[in-house]
């Protein structure tokens, strides 16, 4: 077996299972630890409230939104095209389809596919000159901050980079550009569990933690 | 304080009480700085990125980094943070995308100063009063029992058949007080006991320690005295049978009694606890008391944080205001969003020590209470009166602060027959 197919077969799989196990571990782990030591979100849990701040947060509903629109519309459309891009592009699918899994669902259209991966970039690049040059924001951040936000742009702008043949006329970067892509994907997803990223599952444990401690004081938030 | 820290009791302090919440905030915290413009220190100190919330927490993830190997000097470093640049109001975990609760992690570091020996002097002598008598202000049985036979005697000649009930056994309600009350500011208990007899209300003090509802402990992290202190009153209330506790026109007290205790205390109280504030606006509204008029002057009203952010009480702490003024002008930012005055948090109690930092951050408050042009403010907490009227000299508002209670006793109907005599006559 090659480098490449020990990235595409073994190391896919490895990157899955780590995301996948991971997660459910973060999600057990909160539920388990919260039981014994944060037992009042587990007293005083309520569905109705827990319910209505996901949904206020998971769309644009909320307060933070009103208070700083710009970088909310910026911050939400990153998220939509991290998760649609990887999860609709045709050629994701297309293995999905020759996988073992043999499974298939619509794809978004090539160009908006590029444009969103166009609009994740330059939004990540927006993230990454606001971190370093609001004094605000380079005061909170840590190096891991930063290096999450390139792991996370990342497999955009190899893949971008692969399907548009971007590079090629540079020997070693074009030749491996479909296996730069693979490597960063694959560093993202084993990632996610053990880092901030985690946020994937945990934002929901978080925000409803919250949910119920304002909750029981009779309001929504 | 001086000494060398031993890493080791750092550790076995935070450890185990480092839940699923806080492990998790520490770990997905993103950086994003929504939270900056949230907080009244970060305004007040002309957006000085320091003043971050997620900023003012980084410690903890420093110290476990570290092993719990740190100086006495990074403890003083986060003295200064926890002490006098937050005063856990919470607004910033409203803002926050993932409901992070910066205040309860700053919680967390005052405890761990407090196991080093670090605490403000504020705090402990307090503390030290409530472990040697129960109360705050270190008042001793008798001379609480006096200052309230005291109170029932001055009340009574002013209105006929008034009387000041003490362990009341079977009472309806057990009324809790804030130390200060007896020791500096009797006319606090004598309004209350006007409003209540006027109001028919079924209530009794209760003698022994359990009167004294604040608890300066929780803001030090002393879980093990904040614990006593609810356990006093909950103790009071069994024995003498009563359906309610309620406290006096104190946020943090409220908040302890109601939220925190059943945390504390392994098992929820079975007496509901209320605010004067719910008390005294469902006086109003059901027509138990009624008022002569209104307040003509423009006024305004305070949203203690933890009355309303941290109490619920958001709707009727402005009704109560509404429906004693004739010109009720709200905040900018009023109800559950509004900005802490900069007193809470132990930040009063804290004394000499805390006072430039508090009227510095309270210029956030001081701006919205000049916007509405009030000249009354009603304050239906302890912490956030004394520091109003400090900011009122301060940024020169012109305004007069008031509990909710002064403006009810001075302006309610008294029934003819609570009237004394020469005074009955005089009104014909």
Redesign the interface.
């Known amino acids: 077996m090659n480098f490449y197919s020990f990235v595409e077969g073994p190391l896919l799989w490895t990157a899955f299972l780590v995301f996948i196990i991971g997660c459910v571990m973060r999600a057990v782990?909160?539920?388990t630890?919260?039981r014994t030591?944060?037992?009042?979100?587990h007293?005083q849990f309520k569905w109705g409230y827990v319910l209505s701040?996901i949904f206020r947060?998971l769309l644009p509903l909320?307060?933070?939104v009103r208070?700083?629109p710009v970088?909310s519309v910026l911050?939400y459309t990153f998220h939509i095209c991290l998760l649609a891009v990887p999860i609709f592009l045709a050629g994701h699918i297309s293995l999905w389809e020759e996988s073992v899994f043999a499974v298939s669902w619509p794809a978004l259209p090539q160009n908006v596919a590029d444009w969103m991966t166009l609009a994740f970039l330059g939004i990540a690049v927006f993230l990454l000159l606001r971190r370093i040059f609001?004094?605000?924001?380079?005061?909170?951040?840590?190096f891991s901050?930063y290096f999450l936000l390139v792991v996370t742009a990342l497999p955009f702008l190899t893949g971008y980079f692969a399907t548009h043949g971007t590079l090629n006329h540079v020997a070693f970067l074009g030749d491996n550009m479909m296996l730069f892509h693979m490597l960063s994907g694959e560093l993202m997803l084993i990632l996610i569990p053990f880092?901030?990223l985690?946020?994937i599952i945990?934002?929901f444990?978080?925000?409803a933690?919250?949910?119920v401690?304002?909750g029981?004081?009779?309001?929504s938030? | 304080m001086s000494g060398e820290i031993i890493p080791r009791t750092i550790m076995e302090f935070l450890t185990p009480r480092l839940g699923a919440r806080l492990k998790t905030w520490l770990s997905i915290c993103a950086h994003c700085g929504m939270c900056a413009d949230t907080c009244h220190f970060y305004l007040a100190h002309n957006r000085d990125p320091k003043m971050i919330p997620s900023y003012k927490i980084r410690f903890i993830n420093d110290i476990i980094k570290k092993y719990g190997g740190v100086d006495r000097e990074y403890l003083q470093e986060i003295y200064k943070t926890v002490y006098y640049e937050c005063n856990m109001c919470r607004r910033c975990t409203l803002y926050c995308p993932f409901g992070i609760d910066i205040a309860m992690m700053i919680s967390l570091l005052r405890a761990m100063l407090l196991s080093q020996g670090m605490a403000p002097q504020g705090l402990l002598a307090a503390i030290n009063n409530y472990k040697e008598s129960g109360n705050q202000m270190n008042i001793s049985d008798e001379e609480w029992v006096e200052t309230v036979q005291w109170i029932e005697e001055e009340m009574s000649e002013e209105l006929v058949g008034l009387t000041v009930p003490i362990d009341k056994h079977g009472a309806k309600i057990m009324y809790t007080v804030n130390a200060r009350e007896p020791k500096f500011y009797p006319q606090d208990m004598m309004e209350v006991a006007k409003i209540f007899y006027v109001a028919g209300e079924d209530y009794t003090y209760c003698s022994q320690p359990g009167w004294d509802d604040t608890n300066l402990a929780m803001f030090a992290g002393d879980v093990q005295t904040a614990r006593t202190i609810v356990e006093n009153v909950f103790k009071r209330a069994d024995e003498l049978g009563v359906e309610k506790v309620a406290v006096t026109e104190c946020g943090h007290a409220f908040r302890a009694v109601k939220y925190e205790a059943p945390g504390w205390l392994g098992y929820t109280p079975k007496q509901e606890v209320v605010h004067s504030v719910e008390l005294f606006h469902d006086y109003i509204r059901d027509g138990r008391i009624k008022l002569r008029h209104k307040i003509k002057e423009p006024t305004t009203v305070q949203d203690p944080c933890n009355v309303v952010r941290n109490g619920g009480l958001m709707d009727k702490n402005r009704r109560l205001a509404e429906m004693l003024s004739e010109d009720f002008r709200p905040m900018k930012l009023q109800g559950n969003y509004s900005y802490c005055c900069g007193g809470g948090g132990g930040a009063m109690p804290m004394g000499g020590e805390m006072k430039k930092y508090r009227l510095q951050s309270g210029k956030i408050k001081a701006e919205q209470i000049r916007e509405t042009g009030a000249k009354i403010i009603f304050v239906p907490c302890h912490n956030c009166i004394d520091q109003i009227r400090d900011l009122n000299k301060e940024y020169d508002l012109g305004v007069k602060a008031i509990h909710f209670k002064e403006a009810i006793a001075e302006l309610m109907v008294i029934p003819e027959h609570m009237k004394p005599k020469e005074q009955a006559e005089d009104d014909e």
């Open positions: 782990t909160f539920y630890e919260s030591k944060d037992k009042v979100i007293e701040t947060w909320n307060v933070t208070k700083n970088y911050t609001s004094a605000d924001i380079r005061l909170i951040s840590t901050d880092t901030k985690s946020h945990l934002f444990f978080s925000r933690s919250a949910a401690e304002f029981r004081r009779g309001y938030i």
